[in-house]
């Protein structure tokens, strides 16, 4: 059973930079794809990044090189750079582990269903 917990959330004007962090434990993490996805009020959940378990990237279309996503298998963190936010980006950020092979396409590691463990989200508040 792998327990993820998110951090870094918080509140801040557009243009402004954010860095999530998501601590995992219970499980090898170094296995494991990462993903991070939000969620805005009245919203699905959707896909915002994933690194995988050697290392492929994988971003969404709308954030158009304003976010990085980066792993460390030694502290079992994977973080969420975000740069030049927007109103828009506004939501509840969830990280979320993904048994099984790397080395597929985005379509494959940008699917919910597809991971295994989440963690509780942590809130992003973008003022315009």
């Known amino acids: 059973q792998v327990q993820l917990v998110e951090s870094g959330g918080g509140s801040v004007q557009a243009g402004g930079s954010l860095r999530l962090s998501c601590a995992a434990s219970?499980?090898?993490?170094?296995?494991?794809?990462m993903g991070w996805f939000r969620q805005a009020p009245g919203k699905e959940r959707e896909f915002v990044a994933a690194?995988?378990?050697?290392?492929?990237?994988y971003y969404a279309d709308f954030m158009k090189g304003r976010f990085s996503i980066s792993r460390d298998n030694a502290k079992n963190t994977v973080t969420l750079q975000m740069n030049s936010l927007k109103a828009e980006d506004t939501a509840v950020y969830y990280c979320?582990?993904?048994?099984?092979?790397?080395?597929?396409?985005?379509?494959?590691?940008?699917?919910?269903?597809?991971?295994?463990?989440w963690g509780q989200g942590t809130q992003v508040t973008v003022s315009s």
């Open positions: 219970g499980g090898t993490f170094s296995n494991y794809n």
């Open positions: 979320a582990a993904m048994r099984g092979p790397s080395g597929y396409s985005r379509s494959y590691y940008s699917k919910i269903d597809d991971y295994n463990y």
């Open positions: 690194i995988t378990s050697n290392g492929y990237i």
